[in-house]
């Protein structure tokens, strides 16, 4: 079947501080005429920072869209959509923990939610780690934790932690570490 | 750290067909206002119907953000944000595959970008399928194919599959059913 839908026109709908909404007009499969509506998003990056000692440096920050305190793996926007994901993941882990990984691994990327956002965060795992000075923006508010890769397994399996980067990248490290 | 924002006032942005765009004023935990602008979502649901042989019911679908065709677990919105999900999963699941299964088991949910849409969705696994009549809208355009979970892990790791629930579901199924 052929599934690819034809753009006809772009409308700007809004272009505010993080959200760039359009609505576009397009021809669907069938020849019909829909409108899409979307947000435009420049990318982002997200790490998993392993120590040699099997801790995970985590955050816990403020999500005001769902109103309570997420645990969360290091994450950031890009800040160009050209920007190379391998720098920003290592800009972001440094800001907002205050560590330096010697060795990073690619883990894929993820689309957070197609129908609504063209977002993709690229993610990594990150060792052979230093911890040094953070330097976060002054309305920037993250608390950082040491939780043990094992028990954030556990936490993932069971539902408790609910951001999407956070549960695909601790579950890949997971079956790169062969950790059942 | 004190990390909780508090809502001061509420700007309705924009409110479409798939978009709701709200614009917040907030406190911050140090006394500054800030603004926050998101997306509300009443919810979604995404199943991994497993075959007996191992097989699971995939989708390729066209997302027009991405401007690519997405290999995905099915899935929908909720009717209404206090729509049991269990319902929502199972009819998701007949509409778009024609699929009814006897055995369902969550798999927790997932946040899909938090720092821009409350969306969550609800996942589940379902066995014991039998496959029936599908009945998709006359606008909607979906392929189904059937493929081993097996071959689903390898392209999850290999990053081949980059939908967000997609990974996430198949990464926990692999591990409920000890697929290493």
Redesign the interface.
Known sequence: ?????KQLEREE??N????H?V??K?A???G?V??????L?KGAVAVVPLTADGNVIME???????NR??LEIPAGKLDRQDENPLDAAKRELKEETGAVAKKYT???????????????IYMYLAEDIEIGERKLD??E?I?VELIPLSELIDM????EI????T??AI??V??LK?M?
């Open positions: 079947m052929e599934l690819y839908e709908i809004y505010g501080v993080v959200l909404v609505r576009d397009v669907l499969p069938n019909r829909a409108y899409r509506e979307m947000c998003h816990r920050q403020f999500r005001y869209a769902h305190v997420f690619p883990l894929g990327a993820l689309d957070t939610t197609p129908a609504l956002v063209n977002e993709k002054p309305d508010f608390d993932v399996m069971k539902g609910q951001d999407a980067k549960q695909i579950l890949k997971a079956r062969k059942i």
